[in-house]
T-cell receptor
Framework: GQQLNQSPQSMFIQEGEDVSMNCTSS?????WLWYKQDPGEGPVLLIA?????ELTSNGRLTAQFGITRKDSFLNISASIPSDVGIYFC????????????FGPGTRLSVLP | GAVVSQHPSRVICKSGTSVKIECRSL??????MFWYRQFPKQSLMLMAT?????????EQGVEKDKFLINHASLTLSTLTVTSAHPEDSSFYIC???????????FGSGTQLSVL
């Protein structure tokens, strides 16, 4: 079935640093979603992308829908302690009727 | 964004009992809702797709008689863990969207602990 890879699996950064993570697939996707999950909570939608090449921002977060439609990246600028969590990407495959596929997540730790 | 309400947030039960988890879409109608299971420090594992008015579709390896799903209305789906055992202890999360391939909104999750 469809699979998404997320890179890196985990990262430790200093507060104030910028963060970049990506999501890749061997298949083409129609929609990309980025979520953040805090411990003991459900994932919260950060950004939704619908068109190849689309670049969308949400505060300090910026995400892009790759031109090839097989990848997406998420950037966080000037990280703060509350950015800690797991970031999931999700893609909607091109084939009609297929549900969203989720990546394994990138675990972000922010050091003060 | 849309709101999905999930209850209870935490449940502790004895082995052999059944536990029901509710997932409600508060401000939209969800023809389809999804149920996931998540182990500590791992990703979301899709268990089943809940379809309003019809039978749920279960992922490979998920026992449909163990995890009963009911989607009686466009705003409510329930997951019942029947005869729960310690190995069923996990974090269960639901999600729903307004339509096929529409963005998904998640409930806050239910931490199930079976003693």
């Amino acid at each position: 079935g469809q699979q998404l890879n997320q890179s890196p699996q985990s990262m430790f950064i200093q507060e104030g640093e910028d963060v970049s993570m990506n999501c890749t697939s061997s298949s083409i996707f129609n929609t990309w979603l980025w979520y953040k999950q805090d411990p003991g909570e459900g994932p919260v939608l950060l950004i939704a992308l619908y068109k190849a090449g689309e670049l969308t921002s949400n505060g300090r977060l910026t995400a892009q829908f790759g031109i090839t439609r097989k990848d997406s990246f998420l950037n966080i600028s000037a990280s703060i302690p509350s950015d800690v969590g797991i970031y999931f990407c999700a893609g909607s495959p091109v084939r009609e009727g297929q549900n969203f596929v989720f990546g394994p997540g990138t675990r972000l730790s922010v050091l003060p | 964004g849309a709101v999905v309400s999930q209850h209870p947030s935490r449940v502790i039960c004895k082995s052999g009992t059944s536990v029901k988890i509710e997932c409600r879409s508060l401000d939209f109608q969800a023809t389809t809702m999804f149920w996931y299971r998540q182990f500590p420090k791992q990703s979301l594992m899709l268990m089943a797709t809940s379809n309003e008015g019809s039978k749920a579709t279960y992922e490979q390896g998920v026992e449909k008689d163990k995890f009963l799903i009911n989607h009686a209305s466009l705003t409510l789906s329930t997951l019942t863990v029947t005869s729960a055992h310690p190995e069923d202890s996990s974090f269960y999360i639901c999600s729903g969207g307004r339509g096929l391939n529409e963005k998904l909104f998640f409930g806050s999750g239910t931490q199930l602990s079976v003693l």
